[in-house]
């Protein structure tokens, strides 16, 4: 089994920086793959940002390309997602998910993983 802690969300102004974090416990194999949703009031949930093990591989939704980082420590099983240059159409819950190997042109699909954290609020203030 496999858990998901986010920490790092706030309260920031527009133009500013936030670093998330995601803490996963269970089988590495199970974590292979990490994403990082969010969610608006309102709206679905999206994706934001995806990596694979090696961390060579990185996947990101066109409306934070530029933006955002995610980037990976193995040793500590911890994703992180840098978050800057934010702007108030940013703010929502972000959650981390995780799951085995799966094909790249699924990494942005909800349903392509098995575990999801709790969720972190990130709001961003104009």
């Known amino acids: 089994q496999v858990h998901l802690v986010e920490s790092g969300g706030g309260l920031v102004q527009a133009g500013g920086s936030l670093r998330l974090s995601c803490a996963a416990s269970g089988p590495t194999f199970s974590t292979y793959t990490r994403g990082w949703f969010r969610q608006a009031p309102g709206k679905e949930r999206e994706f934001v940002a995806a990596?694979?093990?090696?961390?060579?591989?990185?996947y990101y939704a066109d409306s934070v390309k530029g933006r955002f980082t995610i980037s990976r420590d193995n040793a500590k099983n911890t994703v992180y997602l840098q978050m800057n240059s934010l702007k108030p159409e940013d703010s929502a819950v972000y959650y981390c998910?995780?799951?085995?190997?799966?094909?790249?042109?699924?990494?942005?699909?909800?349903?392509?993983?098995?575990?999801w954290g709790q969720g972190t609020q990130v709001t961003v203030s104009s």
């Open positions: 998910s995780a799951a085995g190997p799966v094909p790249a042109q699924i990494v942005g699909v909800m349903s392509t993983y098995d575990y």
């Open positions: 990596i694979r093990w090696s961390g060579g591989s990185t």
